[in-house]
C-alpha cells in the first residue's frame, strides 16, 4: 500500500485565486508562497539580448501603432458588452494577442519563439502544503479535550491550498530560461519574506472541498514544456481602486503576480518530478506581463524552493524571488492625428523577453524514473487508456458519482446535539461501531476491485481489474 495516495474526496482547501484578492492579504500571500519582493526588473539580466530587442523597434512602430488605434479609437464587435470587467477584458485579449502576432512576426528568425507553442486561456492550477500556520477554534478544543495531545493545543498545522492562475496567453519553447541569481546569493538565502500568525479565514481567504489538481496549462508529454512568457489581464484592478482606493490596487496587484507567478512555477516543477520532499535541484524561472493593453507591469519570477510543509516553514534555506517593475504606460493617448507618446523603452522590455533564450538542462527530472510517458508504461493498452481517462476525470474536478457523506440536520439535532435514538443501530460514519471511518480519510485505492466479464478476459484466471497503485500504475499483487 503506496502512503502518497491521494484522498477519495479531494481536500479541504484554501482557494488561492490570482484573480480574487483579498484585502490586506498581501502579506499572506507572500508567506504562503515564500516570495521575496523586488521592486524592479532584474535589467543585467536581459543585457545579451537588449541590443537585438533595439534593432527590432523601427520594423514593428507603424504595426503597434495601427493596433493601438484600431483597438483604442474604434469599436471592434457589434456586441455592446456594456461598461465594467467584461468589456475591458475583451479589449485586454484583443490588444494583447494582436500585439503578440506583431511580435512573433517580427522575431520569426529568433530559433526558439520560430519553433514555440501558444497557447490561449490555459488552465493552470497547483497544489501545495502550506506549514506554520496556527490552528483554528475547533481543532484547539479537540486538541485541548484530548488526553494525548493537551501540550499540542497551539502547534501550528498544515493546510492545504489550492492555487489556480488564469493567464490569457502563454508562450512555450525547448529549453528553460536560465537562472537571474544563483543560489549563492543572498537574496536567495537570507531575504525578508513577510511572516503570518493569523489563520487565512482571517484575510477573507475562502475554503473548498477539491481534487489535489496540478495542470500546467498542458499535459506531461508535451516536448516544448518551459514557459517563455505569460500575459495576463489586468481588468480587475479598476474595482479594487473603485472600492478600497488607489493604494490598495497596488496590493491587489502584487497578490496577482505573485498567486500566478508560484501558481505557473509549482505546476511546471510537479510535472519535472519535484514536490514537497524531492526538493527542486535548480531554479525555475517564469517571466509574466499584466496589461489592459495601456498600462503594464513585467515581472520574473524564481522558485528556489517548493518545500513550504511544517519542517520548513520557519527555517527553509532558500526563498521565492519576484521581481515586479513599476506601472508603466505604452502610450499616452489616442485621437484623430494618432498614436501619442509611444513607449519604445518598454516596447524593447517586452520584446526582450521574447528574445531571452534559454538554457538546456543535463538532468531536468533526476528524481523521474527511466519510464516518463505513459506510453512508454509496460502496462497493458487498455489499462494505459483507462488511467488517463481517469486521470483526465480527477483533474477536471467533477463530483464523485456517490457524493462525500454528511451529516443532516436532522442527525445533528437527534443523534449528535441530543441521544434521542438510542435504539436505532449505529451505521453513520460519525457513530461509533466495528467499521467506523471518517469519509474524509478515504484513499483513491479504497474500494472494491472491478470485475471483468468472461467475455472480455484475456486470462480466464483473472477475474477483476487491478487496483491503481502510484509506484506500479496497474499491477497483480
Known amino acids: 500500500m503506496e502512503l502518497n495516495m491521494p484522498k477519495y474526496y479531494g481536500y479541504w482547501s484554501l482557494r488561492f485565486i490570482d484573480v480574487q484578492t483579498q484585502h490586506l492579504g498581501d502579506g499572506f500571500c507572500q508567506y504562503a508562497t515564500r516570495t521575496h519582493l523586488v521592486n524592479e526588473l532584474p535589467t543585467q539580466y536581459y543585457d545579451d539580448v537588449r541590443a537585438e530587442a533595439e534593432a527590432v523597434i523601427p520594423l514593428i512602430t507603424d504595426k503597434v501603432e495601427q493596433l493601438i488605434a484600431l483597438n483604442f479609437s474604434s469599436k471592434l464587435n457589434r456586441r455592446d458588452y456594456g461598461v465594467g470587467r467584461a468589456n475591458d477584458r475583451h479589449k485586454s485579449h484583443n490588444f494583447l494577442f494582436g500585439l503578440h502576432r506583431i511580435l512573433a512576426g517580427a522575431l520569426s528568425s529568433v530559433p526558439h519563439i520560430r519553433d514555440a507553442s501558444v497557447n490561449l486561456r490555459p488552465r493552470v492550477e497547483a497544489f501545495w502544503f502550506l506549514g506554520g500556520l496556527p490552528p483554528d477554534r475547533l481543532l484547539r478544543n479537540l486538541r485541548k479535550n484530548c488526553p494525548g495531545s493537551k501540550d499540542l493545543e497551539n502547534d501550528p498545522i498544515d493546510r492545504p491550498i489550492q492555487g489556480e492562475s488564469t493567464p490569457f496567453l502563454s508562450l512555450r519553447v525547448f529549453d528553460c530560461l536560465p537562472d ?137 534555506p532558500r526563498n521565492n524571488i519576484l521581481w515586479l517593475s513599476e506601472e508603466e504606460e505604452l502610450f499616452e493617448s489616442v485621437d484623430s492625428g494618432g498614436v501619442k507618446g509611444l513607449n519604445t523603452s518598454l516596447l524593447t522590455s517586452i520584446i526582450a523577453m521574447y528574445m531571452k533564450k534559454g538554457v538546456p538542462r543535463s538532468n531536468p527530472t533526476p528524481y523521474l524514473g527511466p519510464i516518463k510517458q505513459l506510453s512508454e508504461h509496460p502496462a497493458c493498452e487498455e489499462y494505459r487508456a483507462e488511467f488517463q481517462s481517469y486521470l483526465h476525470n480527477l483533474l477536471s474536478n467533477r463530483p464523485r458519482h456517490f457524493l462525500k457523506p454528511e451529516i443532516y440536520a436532522w442527525e445533528k439535532i437527534f443523534k449528535v446535539d441530543h441521544k434521542t435514538r438510542p435504539n436505532e443501530p449505529p451505521r453513520r460514519f460519525f457513530e461509533k461501531h466495528y467499521n467506523q471511518k471518517h469519509p474524509g480519510q478515504r484513499r483513491l485505492d479504497e474500494h472494491k476491485p472491478i470485475y471483468v466479464p468472461k467475455i472480455l478476459r484475456k486470462d480466464r484466471r483473472i477475474r477483476f481489474k487491478p487496483k491503481l497503485n502510484t509506484q506500479h500504475l496497474y499491477q497483480y499483487d
Open 180 to 316: 537571474v541569481v544563483s543560489w549563492d546569493d543572498p537574496l536567495a538565502t537570507s531575504a525578508s519574506v513577510p511572516d503570518n500568525e493569523l489563520d487565512p479565514r482571517a484575510y477573507g481567504y475562502k475554503f473548498k472541498h477539491k481534487h489535489a489538481t496540478t495542470v500546467a496549462g498542458f499535459w506531461p508529454g508535451e516536448p516544448r514544456e518551459h514557459s517563455q512568457l505569460w500575459l495576463h489581464s489586468r481588468e480587475f484592478i479598476p474595482k479594487v481602486a473603485l472600492e478600497f482606493g488607489e493604494k490598495r490596487a497596488k496590493g491587489a496587484l502584487l497578490q496577482k503576480v505573485v498567486g500566478a507567478s508560484f501558481t505557473q512555477a509549482l505546476a511546471h516543477a510537479t510535472y519535472l518530478g519535484f514536490g514537497p520532499v524531492t526538493e527542486l535541484t535548480y531554479p525555475i524561472v517564469q517571466q509574466s506581463a499584466v496589461s489592459d493593453g495601456q498600462r503594464w507591469n513585467l515581472s520574473v519570477f524564481q522558485l528556489n524552493t517548493c518545500a513550504l510543509h511544517s519542517h520548513y516553514a520557519k527555517d527553509n
